[in-house]
């Protein structure tokens, strides 16, 4: 964000360029199967208020890439009408004077009531809504294919101690025990669920949130790595079909018994053929039972040139609406933000996961993904994508080295 905010001034100052008349250009990184069906559906109700939907995607893993185009338009005084973001950019996207508001008081009201307070959060700057949330992502999942479990009389693990008792058998039964993609993120998703299960809640947020030193640096951390690197033995990156996700194949042939991933995965499993509750079960990874590590979608809107306010206004209507939230969360593999959105028709993974997140925000025990945007800075992150990514690929590294180099970046990030 360095580069944006020195420049920030000049664009400001440059005149924002509207859009034709009646269309919303929206930029967003979604290209899953599931996610595309969600797009439909935005896309059909927004006809509806008389918009058009105009794509702007960069594909591309949380949106890295996205992040990058969107500052050169915004730079260039032309940015979309809206844009898919997640956790704090939201916040610094706000900060520097790029966001709108243009909510009535009594319609955020309105939402308050409906909310829940780790969602408003996320999408609010100085107490008024800049971003749109609509759907929310339970990330500690662990999809499960039952048939490699059966076929060995296997229990499912639901510790972590667990898991390394019932994987050497799967892998001696011919099976993958846990299936992983090859991409950084997808290893540093594995590694969040992997440190909460071996320690808590509080730790979780002082490695992830806070980013203190002492605990970064702790043997609590050492050992979290070392079982990290010990995870090699049992995964198989990429394994197990073509095409775009083949860890997601690997899962869905029975050629791999466990996944660790966010619902979305599930949704596009369900796409696949795989029927929750009996080809597919959902259950939180090991160890995380009663915490929900959460991601959230949210669309932010621009500041509007002449003319926009009413596509504005329609995207704020579609986007908000109980119906339309509950429905695109449904499709997505996820839960709607809204309290009042019903869950009719959802799989038995979508009610549990819901029931899951209501419990632990009672309990205090809601933990945002740094994996998925929600905890940390896009440059924080990606230095436990890059540190993590490396360690787990290159055993040379010690733990300790692993700590330390993670310590040493944020720091420097921070001074």
Request: aromatic share 10%; glycine share 8%.
């Amino acid at each position: 964000m360095k580069k944006l905010i020195a420049s920030c001034l000049i664009a400001l100052s440059l005149p924002v360029q509207a859009g034709p008349a009646g269309q919303i250009e929206v930029l967003h990184y979604w290209t899953l199967p599931s996610e595309i069906a969600s797009l439909s559906l935005l896309k059909s109700e927004l006809a509806k208020h008389g918009q058009r939907w105009k794509d702007f995607v960069v594909p591309g893993g949380g949106g890295e890439s996205a992040y990058v185009v969107l500052q050169a338009r915004a730079i260039a005084g032309d940015p979309p009408v809206a844009a898919l973001m997640e956790g704090p950019i939201i916040q610094e996207w706000a900060s520097l004077g790029f966001l709108a508001s243009p909510y009535p008081p009594a319609r955020e009201k309105q939402w308050d009531a409906v909310l829940p307070a780790a969602v408003r959060d996320a999408v609010k700057y100085k107490g008024r809504y800049v971003a749109l949330p609509t759907d929310v992502h339970r990330i500690n999942w662990m999809l499960v294919n039952p048939a490699p479990f059966d076929a060995l009389k296997l229990p499912v693990p639901a510790s972590w101690d667990d898991f390394f008792k019932v994987a050497p058998k799967l892998k001696t039964g011919g099976y993958i025990p846990l299936s992983l993609g090859k991409l950084d993120w997808q290893e540093t998703t594995l590694f969040e669920n992997l440190l909460l299960g071996l320690t808590d809640g509080a730790f979780y947020r002082k490695v992830f949130v806070e980013q203190n030193s002492a605990a970064i640096n702790s043997a609590r951390m050492v050992m979290v790595l070392e079982r990290f690197r010990q995870l090699r033995e049992y995964v198989s990156p990429g394994a197990g079909g073509t095409g775009k996700s083949p860890e997601l194949a690997a899962l869905r042939n029975g050629r791999a018994a466990m996944f660790i991933m966010g619902d979305w995965a599930k949704a596009d499993l369900v796409l696949q053929g795989m029927a929750p509750g009996k080809t597919l079960r959902c259950l939180p990874a090991p160890g995380t039972d009663g915490y929900f590590i959460y991601g959230l979608d949210s669309f932010a809107l621009f500041r509007a040139a002449e003319g926009e306010n009413a596509a504005q206004a329609a995207f704020a209507d579609v986007l908000m609406d109980p119906k339309l939230q509950s429905e695109l969360a449904r499709r997505k593999g996820a839960i709607p933000p809204r309290t009042d959105a019903s869950l009719g028709g959802f799989d038995s993974c979508g009610i549990a996961a819901a029931n899951a997140f209501r419990d632990a925000e009672k309990r205090g025990r809601l933990l945002p993904s740094m994996a998925h945007s929600m905890a940390t800075s896009q440059q924080a992150r990606e230095v436990f994508f890059r540190v993590l990514s490396y360690y787990f690929n290159h055993p040379e590294q010690s733990s300790q080295q692993a700590a330390r180099q993670i310590d040493a970046a944020l720091r420097a990030l921070r001074s």
